[in-house]
């Protein structure tokens, strides 16, 4: 999804523009004051646009997205985003930190210019900071993605803003892109609030770290929300080594959005039916990393495994169902991994599911022999 763009002849007004323009004291800035982001609830919605002649939230007082120049609501799976970084507001270990593996045109990348435009102006507290996107290292990809978002404040509330192509001041936050391999300016900022790191997994091997270790190193200095989104790119880039981390120590919530979700929304059943015929879709829409068949779960699919976890006890061994035991030995690159599993109540069961860092060999040996000789026991 993307936003109108400003006409040519007030883009070149834009340098006579004042800067006042953009202060808190701006009667358009001032609409945007104490909305919230977007109203999920649709009757409640509904009720507010009427009552607030359509400045019911920031979505709607900016101008909802717009594809193929169709104004969109925003989807379940975007509220799912905006529930990962703010239902929790306790900011403790993965809070505030969003790992997202994407299918393309889902419209994340306008979400998240949306989002960061929504923290500056709903209310002075990020005043005196810094956002930080980083992007591609083509200058392009930096000043069309600027562009993007001061065009988000064109559209209804007329906004034109004098700042130069890679930079936003909005509302005494300010807002800069920054290309893959330029990132020494990111570097020793005072008061970092929001780094966005767009397309991630597609900076150029070496810059991929850098741009990951440059963003962390935030958390401990300013406590910034820290968002990558990316489509997949190959087995051993930053995403797939992200997505490899045990979960206790992965620092990011990780979210993972195959074309399904934005199905009969932001496209059309012909729309990914024509995609299909392209060798790329596995990669660019069904989160597939290339050359891989494809080793993710979907992030529906852990929930719904979750959901159907909590009915079923994993103690209640049933005597006469069929068993197999799984095994992952590892060789000290990884943990043992030990899973057995019954086939009971008209579905597979997991009844154990452990793993062992760096085990003694025999005591492995051990644990899966007493395993099968109590099985025998209970047969």
Same mark, same amino acid.
């Given at each position: 999804?993307?936003?109108?763009?400003?006409?040519?002849?007030?883009?070149?007004?834009?340098?006579?523009?004042?800067?006042?323009?953009?202060?808190?004291?701006?009667?358009?800035?001032?609409?945007?004051k104490d909305k919230p982001f977007y109203i999920w609830n649709k009757q409640q919605h509904t009720l507010e646009?009427?009552?607030?002649?359509?400045?019911?939230?920031?979505?709607?007082?900016?101008?909802?997205?717009?594809?193929?120049?169709?104004?969109?609501?925003?989807?379940?799976?975007?509220?799912?985003?905006?529930?990962?970084?703010?239902?929790?507001q306790n900011y403790e270990f993965k809070d505030k930190h969003l790992w997202i593996l994407k299918s393309t045109?889902?419209?994340?990348?306008?979400?998240?210019?949306?989002i960061i435009g929504w923290l500056c102006t709903k209310d002075d507290q990020l005043k005196g900071s810094q956002?930080?996107?980083?992007?591609?290292?083509?200058?392009?990809?930096?000043?069309?993605?600027? *562009? #993007?978002? /001061?065009?988000?404040?064109?559209?209804? =509330?007329?906004? +034109?803003? &004098?700042?130069? @192509?890679?930079?936003?001041?909005?509302?005494?936050?300010?807002?800069?892109?920054?290309?893959?391999?330029?990132?020494?300016?990111?570097?020793?900022?005072?008061?970092?609030?929001?780094?966005?790191?767009?397309?991630?997994?597609?900076?150029?091997?070496?810059?991929?770290?850098?741009?990951?270790?440059?963003?962390?190193?935030?958390?401990?200095?300013?406590?910034?929300?820290?968002?990558?989104?990316?489509?997949?790119?190959?087995?051993?880039?930053?995403?797939?080594?992200?997505?490899?981390?045990?979960?206790?120590?992965?620092?990011? *919530? #990780?979210? /993972?959005?195959?074309?399904?979700?934005? =199905?009969?929304? +932001?496209? &059309?059943?012909? @729309?990914?039916?024509?995609?299909?015929?392209?060798?790329?879709?596995?990669?660019?829409?069904?989160?597939?990393?290339?050359?891989?068949?494809?080793?993710?779960?979907?992030?529906?699919?852990?929930?719904?495994?979750?959901?159907?976890?909590?009915?079923?006890?994993?103690?209640?061994?049933?005597?006469?169902?069929?068993?197999?035991?799984?095994?992952?030995?590892?060789?000290?690159?990884?943990?043992?991994?030990?899973?057995?599993?019954?086939?009971?109540?008209?579905?597979?069961?997991?009844?154990?599911?452990?793993?062992?860092?760096?085990? #003694?060999?025999?005591?492995?040996?051990?644990?899966?022999?007493?395993? +099968?000789?109590?099985?025998?026991?209970?047969?």
């Amino acid at each position: 999804m993307v936003s109108t763009t400003i006409p040519y002849q007030h883009r070149q007004k834009a340098s006579q523009t004042a800067a006042g323009t953009t202060s808190s004291s701006s009667p358009s800035l001032q609409l945007l004051k104490d909305k919230p982001f977007y109203i999920w609830n649709k009757q409640q919605h509904t009720l507010e646009f009427i009552k607030t002649g359509g400045n019911c939230c920031f979505n709607h007082t900016i101008g909802l997205p717009q594809k193929d120049k169709q104004e969109h609501p925003l989807y379940d799976y975007e509220k799912l985003l905006y529930d990962n970084l703010f239902s929790n507001q306790n900011y403790e270990f993965k809070d505030k930190h969003l790992w997202i593996l994407k299918s393309t045109g889902l419209g994340i990348t306008e979400f998240f210019l949306r989002i960061i435009g929504w923290l500056c102006t709903k209310d002075d507290q990020l005043k005196g900071s810094q956002v930080c996107i980083v992007t591609g290292p083509r200058l392009e990809l930096t000043i069309g993605l600027m *562009h #993007r978002l /001061k065009v988000l404040f064109y559209n209804k =509330l007329g906004l +034109i803003f &004098s700042n130069k @192509e890679t930079v936003l001041e909005l509302n005494g936050v300010r807002i800069e892109v920054y290309p893959s391999d330029h990132l020494d300016a990111m570097r020793g900022l005072a008061n970092v609030s929001f780094i966005l790191l767009d397309e991630a997994d597609f900076f150029r091997k070496g810059q991929q770290q850098d741009a990951r270790d440059i963003s962390e190193r935030y958390i401990g200095k300013s406590n910034p929300y820290i968002v990558m989104a990316s489509t997949p790119n190959r087995p051993g880039s930053l995403f797939d080594r992200i997505e490899r981390e045990p979960e206790e120590e992965c620092i990011y *919530h #990780r979210v /993972k959005l195959d074309y399904t979700y934005g =199905l009969n929304k +932001i496209y &059309s059943k012909e @729309e990914i039916d024509k995609a299909n015929q392209s060798p790329s879709f596995k990669r660019e829409y069904d989160l597939q990393f290339l050359g891989l068949i494809g080793h993710t779960f979907h992030t529906k699919d852990i929930d719904r495994a979750i959901q159907l976890g909590t009915k079923y006890n994993p103690n209640n061994v049933v005597m006469d169902s069929p068993k197999t035991i799984g095994i992952d030995v590892g060789w000290g690159s990884s943990a043992f991994g030990l899973v057995l599993l019954q086939v009971a109540n008209g579905r597979i069961e997991v009844l154990i599911a452990d793993e062992y860092p760096r085990p #003694r060999y025999q005591d492995m040996i051990d644990r899966v022999t007493n395993l +099968i000789r109590g099985l025998n026991r209970e047969i």
